[in-house]
């Protein structure tokens, strides 16, 4: 859980947390994640992974913050960590991320906080509309040290919501919907979408694959008869098995396309644009 120097007063600018429970594809996440944040994250970081319900083998020992023997369901993995962020005071500020998700903008953690600034919020995460929720999803949680001990910091299942349709939804985040007074919500960005919630860009600064752990499927497309009209939701599973190989082939043209940068009729008018190589992203433009 080491990284390099901190900052002054013993207080680390970041820290980078995420949970990995069983899947095939761990060891891919784990080293996508792992590049895209050194790339993109520009002050120093510590990384921490929650092992849930899986082997440590593969990972690097001096990643790995806790391992659980058994799957403990991904929400009381999250208030592990939670804990631990409240354990250990010596960060300014904290990033939840799902074991499919990570930072694509180079400088991603001066221009998120320099907004959060300015608009007095203490939290940011997406709020995913195309799923119709309204609640903070953890896929990308960030927040700072001041808001860590606030009682609504709750990842359990513990309690419904009601969502864009007015029915009724449980899931991880769902009680920290009331903590829209400290949130900067980070809305879905795509130029180019791929799938109706999967393959998502946040506010140009996070990507989130979805699904990347469990079976291939969302609220909109399987419980709430939404999308039918336009998707065939029947094929989702071969869906999901395409889109996994698109991204591992070659992730950078794969979140570039999804960025607009491919996109003639936006690609000219994004303000500094990120470069994509085989190295991973790049900042281009003086303003980040």
Sequence with gaps: MDSSEAPAQNMKPLVIATVFAPSPLNAEWYALQKKFIAACTEVAFDYWVVLNGIAPDGFDPSDIALVNEENLGHGEALMQLVELFRQRRNYENYLILDSDAFPVKPGWYGILGEQMRRLGKQVAAPVRAENLDVFPHPCAFFLQDRIVDDPRLEFRKIGALRNLLGMNVNDVGCMTASMSDVLFPLMRSNVVNVHPVAAAVYHHLFYHHGCGSRDFHFRVTKR???CEHWYDVSRQPAHGRRLNRA???????F???????QEPLMQPFLKDPVEFDAAGPSATGAGV
């Design 255 to 261: 979140i570039a396309r999804l960025m607009g940068l």
């Design 224 to 226: 709430f008869p939404y």
């Design 247 to 253: 991204i591992m082939r070659n992730p950078e043209r």
